[in-house]
């Protein structure tokens, strides 16, 4: 975005300080031109920043439990909720991008897979490759050794279970 600002801010000069008036029709022709396609290439990485950032999850910790939330059609809406009842563990799932991963009791796995479709379903048993009636959070800022440790203390606090 710098290169096609200075780059318009180039040319916008350039036409400013050329002997020809900024009236006259060329200037106003050359500016006319070439700026949109210089500043458009310069706004789009702006606009796309901003909308992933609004579409970034959200991890609510708290008495109660673990709570995911997601924007979706431009609302925010709780995506998953683990009340620390149900979690027997936390624990990072090493691979080749680490995870967060939450080791449910096996109620709380099956009310977790009867939330999902068929398919959803499906790949939650799948899931268990990695360990018994696990089920993986999101990516959150920070990274998953931060959640873990994070995680891990409220259990700690709010079950008494090490």
């Known amino acids: 975005m710098a290169i096609c600002v200075a780059?318009?801010?180039?040319?916008?000069?350039?036409?400013?300080?050329?002997?020809s008036?900024?009236?006259?029709?060329?200037?106003?022709?050359?500016?006319?031109?070439w700026v949109p396609f210089l500043l458009l290439p310069g706004l789009a990485p702006l606009?796309?920043?901003?909308?992933?950032a609004r579409r970034r999850q959200a991890l609510v910790v708290d008495?109660?439990?673990?709570?995911?939330?997601?924007?979706?059609?431009?609302?925010?809406?709780?995506?998953?909720?683990?009340?620390?009842?149900?979690?027997?563990?936390v624990r990072m799932?090493?691979?080749?991008?680490?995870?967060?991963?939450?080791?449910?009791t096996p109620s709380g796995h099956q009310?977790?897979?009867?939330?999902?479709?068929?398919?959803?379903?499906?790949?939650m048993r799948l899931a268990d490759v990695l360990g018994p009636r696990l089920v993986l959070l999101s990516d959150y800022e920070g990274g998953p050794k931060v959640t873990v440790e994070l995680l891990q203390q409220a259990h700690r606090d709010v079950t008494g279970w090490s």
């Open 63 to 89: 008495a109660a439990g673990i709570e995911e939330w997601a924007t979706r059609h431009g609302r925010r809406e709780r995506v998953a909720h683990y009340p620390w009842s149900e979690v027997e563990l």
């Open 93 to 104: 799932v090493r691979g080749r991008h680490p995870r967060v991963g939450l080791q449910l």
């Open 47 to 52: 606009v796309i920043t901003w909308r992933v």
């Open 111 to 123: 009310r977790v897979l009867a939330q999902y479709s068929a398919m959803g379903g499906r790949m």
């Open 21 to 33: 008036s900024v009236a006259a029709p060329g200037a106003v022709a050359v500016l006319a031109f």
């Open 7 to 19: 780059l318009a801010a180039c040319l916008t000069l350039a036409v400013l300080t050329s002997e």
